[in-house]
């Protein structure tokens, strides 16, 4: 073989290898997927459009582990490290005040109302006691400035529970985390199409899942937008197809699973 029939050859063999590296996922058992393969989850648990039930609310959960759903929710740590289920970064539009979940105490935050109604901000573990394995939960969590903790503490409690939780977070290194200390469970990446608040270079990573390298998720969990090609190839290599956030049955169509709310899907399609 010519030299440069080698270097040809060994271009094409890179070409086709750092991608692969980049984005390969991790390798899920038939275990680990089944509770969570084909079915419909309760964005926030089943909350209302009009807020009558609010989303992340003890209420939310149990309408929608009674129906039969899975279920999706946000966990953070509050400032005295709590783990509570909440979504917003701030409290503004769902409690009305200024200020942050980790600026409070639990018992802090207990004296704000969620969007008007009785339910308060709930415990995690809270929820867990109310769902008691009634449905799969796809448990998220949220970017903060303790995320070591929010981890080992969130692991702690999922450790001790007896249904089905996977997890997924917007901060692939969060992923990661649960790849090396807790491989048992099933993990994913959640992505979207834009990351207004990133700089140039970082939402590109993200928006293609080129950090996969660390965090070798098992599903790829992206907004209903067109996937870039880089998902597209992670999904070919394995991959398990998860959209959010559904409003309609046809979302169904060529994905694992479905984060949906304000209507309500049949429980599992496949």
Known sequence: MKKSERILL??????????????????????????FWGRNFAHRGLHSRDRSVPENSVKAFELAAAAG?????????????????????????????????????????????????????????????????????????KNGPRNRELCKKTYDLIAAYPGEICIESFNPFIVAWFRFHAPELLRGQLATDKYEERGALQAFLLRNCLFNWAARPQFIAYKLVKRPLPVRFAELLGAMRVAWTSHEPRSEKGQDAVIFEFYKPRVSFK
């Open 69 to 141: 759903y899975g279920m999706e929710l946000d966990v953070q740590v509050t400032k005295d490290g709590q783990v509570v289920v909440f979504h917003d970064d701030d409290l503004k539009r769902v409690c009305g005040v200024e200020g942050k979940v980790w600026d409070y105490t639990f018992a802090e935050l207990q004296k704000f109302p969620l969007c008007g109604t009785e339910e308060r901000i709930p415990l995690f573990s809270d929820v867990l006691n109310t769902v008691r394995g009634r449905g799969a939960i796809i448990c998220e969590l």
């Open 10 to 35: 060994a271009c094409g063999a890179a070409a086709v290898a750092l991608p692969t590296f980049l984005l390969a996922p991790g390798r899920a058992t038939k275990g680990q997927k089944a509770p």
